[in-house]
């Protein structure tokens, strides 16, 4: 395998995948605060943003719309995922094979989510194992969307429970660990310091205002976090442009979210 910082996924050594696989895992009402976000087309445009390092998406949407985008967006191809319809144990179906997106879709990256915790978790892991071996034989770095959950995890936000999502990426072969934010700077050092080698990004979550988003970022970055997985809080916005400015800054620039602010015109 290469080294990490060598791979698309990576920008001096930070992280920023803009995920775009909400019409499945949400539906529909993901887009309906910016109609427009619904359009595949404005999120790839979106995604040509230099402070993207890249863009995941379903298998769908990246036969129809990646083409004409492989010049200026690289593509992480997820290789799960369930709709909300879907009322079972937490789950999710293999849709995509490393093969598939590597041959035919042209993936620079593939993401994989577990549900550590799930009644289903054995059989997801197995399927993990299978796509991390496939993926190094692509030389592909390997994404696990970690997220702990089912009828034993009341709180998924936990700090232990989040630095546990962190290690079991790790101790999983994931090259990046994508964690929900476990509210602290502090709980996400443990998520840090669990995770070895394995990068740890937070995870968006649902749409907050430009400043409790950023310091959040802020907080997973001076935890020694290398970035952010997200997608709501960027396609949900009328500009995204902007946070990804202000993001741009915080991440990269490790600037403090005053001045990203600043520098996004605020
Ligand atoms: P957000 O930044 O919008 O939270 O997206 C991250 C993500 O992991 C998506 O890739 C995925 O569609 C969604 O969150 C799943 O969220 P959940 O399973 O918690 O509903």
């Not at 863009?55 to 990646?66: D, F, I, N, W």
């Not at 709709?83 to 590597?102: I, R």
């Not at 429970?161 to 962190?166: F, N, V």
Request: glycine residues 8%.
């Amino acid at each position: 395998m290469r080294p990490f910082d060598d791979t698309p996924l990576a920008r001096d050594g930070k992280v920023l995948i803009l995920a775009y696989d909400h019409g499945l895992e949400h539906g529909p009402v993901d887009f309906e605060e910016v109609p427009e976000s619904a359009n595949p087309e404005r999120v790839f445009e979106v995604a040509t943003h230099p402070a993207v390092t890249t863009l995941a998406v379903q298998k769908g949407v990246a036969e129809a719309y990646y083409p004409s985008y492989e010049d200026e967006v690289d593509l992480l191809a997820k290789l799960n995922g369930t709709s909300n319809l879907w009322m079972g144990e937490p789950d999710s179906a293999v849709n995509c094979s490393v093969e598939y997106a590597a041959e035919e879709l042209g993936a620079d990256a593939v993401g994989f989510t577990l549900y550590g915790g799930s009644n289903t978790e054995i059989e997801m892991a197995e399927e993990f194992r299978e796509a991390h071996e496939a993926a190094r034989e692509y030389d592909l770095p390997v994404v696990m969307w970690s997220y702990p959950r089912g009828q034993g995890l009341k709180n998924d936000k936990k700090p232990g429970t989040i630095a546990y999502a962190a290690r079991q990426a790790h101790e999983l072969g994931a090259d990046v660990a994508k964690v929900k934010y476990p509210g602290s700077r502090d709980a996400m050092e443990q998520a840090v310091r669990m995770a070895g080698r394995t990068k740890v990004v937070m995870s968006g979550g649902s749409k907050t205002s430009d400043r409790e988003f950023l310091e959040s970022v802020k907080a997973v970055i001076d935890a020694g976090g290398a970035g952010l997985a997200v997608g709501r809080n960027v396609f949900q916005r009328e500009n995204p442009t902007r946070i990804l400015d202000a993001l741009e800054q915080v991440i990269y620039e490790e600037a403090s979210v005053d001045t990203a602010l600043a520098a996004a015109g605020d």
